[in-house]
């Protein structure tokens, strides 16, 4: 019941403010921002219940929900020169965060392995979509997939 109280408190508390800020003047409001300010509200209910939980999955699909609403937000309201296509690998960064935290708290193996892949994976595609390295993410794919089979080597064998 209480999970229930926070949720809709913090999407009242959310919207509240985006229509407020609107009426103000300081950001332009729209359905798209509500909506991704509710898509927000909802990724931080679902990582936090998650995280709690110990459960991968919804602590992972509430950080992904939570990080592209963030960024689109951003994006849309001019204080970001960076756009969701550009942005979307820190999705995998933040759910390999959230799981190796997991792991840290519950010792739940598989936790930690997925967590280490997903957030290797977001950098080495964050640094590519940023034009940090001259390649693209496919081709960091196709050139480094062996990378994987190595990170498994290495998990079996420090189980």
């Given amino acids: ?3 229930w109280r926070i949720f809709w408190g913090s999407v009242f508390v959310v919207l509240g ?4 800020l609107g009426n103000l003047g300081i950001i332009e409001w729209s359905r798209f921002l509500l909506g991704q300010a509710l898509l927000f509200i909802i990724g931080v209910f679902l990582a936090f219940h998650g995280i709690r939980a110990n459960q991968l999955i919804e602590s992972g699909a509430g950080v992904s929900l939570l990080v592209s609403s ?3 937000m951003l994006y849309r309201a001019g204080l970001s ?7 979307w690998p820190l999705m995998l960064v933040f759910v390999g965060i959230v799981w190796v935290w997991i792991f840290a708290r519950s010792k739940r193996k598989s936790a930690f392995g997925w967590g280490v892949l997903a957030f290797l994976l977001g950098i080495l ?5 940023l034009g940090i390295v001259p390649f693209a993410p496919g081709e960091i794919v196709k050139k480094g997939w062996a990378v994987i089979l ?3 080597g290495i998990y079996y064998l420090a189980k």
């Fill in 1 to 3: 019941m209480r999970g």
């Fill in 17 to 20: 403010f985006v229509i407020l």
């Fill in 70 to 72: 963030t960024v689109r």
């Fill in 81 to 87: 020169t960076y756009s969701f296509s550009s942005l």
């Fill in 125 to 129: 595609f964050l640094i590519s979509t």
């Fill in 150 to 152: 190595i990170a498994l």
